[in-house]
């Protein structure tokens, strides 16, 4: 199985910050890379797929970035409802597998 | 608008059966791979197994195979997890999850990721 390993497991920052977290897989996944908000109580949502991708109605202060075993997901000008849980998966190889989670939080 | 709604859980004592299900509405069932996730309370996210389109495809992870079944009813729009001697370790909120995906240009093979999520249903295993 690919391993996903998220740092750091937890993030405090500001509104108005800069923020990045990285996730680092055990062997190449290429592009396949996908990263997920969670909110306390709430399902996941898909922020960003193939590494880089923007999905749809994600607003564009998220990005992503990476190939290979390094990848970073980045969010610009923080905003209040950003701060929650961040997901990295993979989805080169069945089982898919994901990071253990960054929780982002108010400074 | 896309909906998954989960069905089916709840309290049960170790080494019992549960059958999740899960409602799909919105969107062509038929046309995606569908997946389960689950997350034991304050954990992170595990896969647990995915299906395909037509049912003839199935994936587990590790930790439930030859414990769990994954299938799926095209015609009732609905997934179902039949899970069987279940564990303490397998208590969790359990999701169902669309398997969108893409062809990315330049790139060899497909980009998959989970688009859309159902809200969950708490599998609880305890004597």
């Known amino acids: 199985d690919i391993q996903m390993t998220q740092s750091p497991s937890s993030l405090s920052a500001s509104v108005g910050d800069r923020v990045t977290i990285t996730c680092r897989a055990s062997?190449?996944?290429?592009?396949?890379l996908n990263w997920y908000q969670q909110k306390p109580g709430k399902a996941p949502n898909l922020l960003i797929y193939g590494a880089s991708s923007l999905q749809s109605g994600v607003p564009s202060r998220f990005s992503g970035s990476g190939s290979g075993t390094d990848f970073t997901l980045t969010i610009n000008n923080l905003q209040p409802e950003d701060f929650a849980t961040y997901y990295c998966q993979q989805s080169y190889i069945t089982p898919r597998t994901f990071g253990q989670g960054t929780k982002l939080e108010i400074k | 608008e896309v909906q998954l709604v989960e069905s089916g859980g709840g309290l049960v004592q170790p080494g019992g059966s549960l059958r999740l299900s899960c409602a799909a509405s919105g969107f062509t069932f038929s046309s995606y791979w569908m997946s389960w996730v689950r997350q034991a309370p304050g954990k992170g996210l595990e896969w647990v197994a995915n299906?395909?389109?037509?049912?003839?495809?199935?994936n587990y992870a590790d930790s439930v195979k030859g414990r769990f079944t994954i299938s799926r009813d095209n015609a009732k729009n609905s997934l179902y997890l039949q899970m069987n001697g279940l564990r303490g370790e397998d208590t969790s909120v359990y999701y169902c999850?669309?398997?969108?995906?893409?062809?990315?240009?330049?790139?060899?093979?497909?980009?998959?990721?989970?688009?859309?999520w159902g809200q969950g249903t708490l599998v609880t295993v305890s004597s």
């Open positions: 299906i395909k389109q037509d049912g003839s495809e199935k």
């Open positions: 999850a669309r398997e969108g995906d893409e062809i990315l240009t330049g790139y060899v093979g497909t980009a998959s990721y989970f688009d859309k």
């Open positions: 062997q190449s996944i290429s592009i396949f």
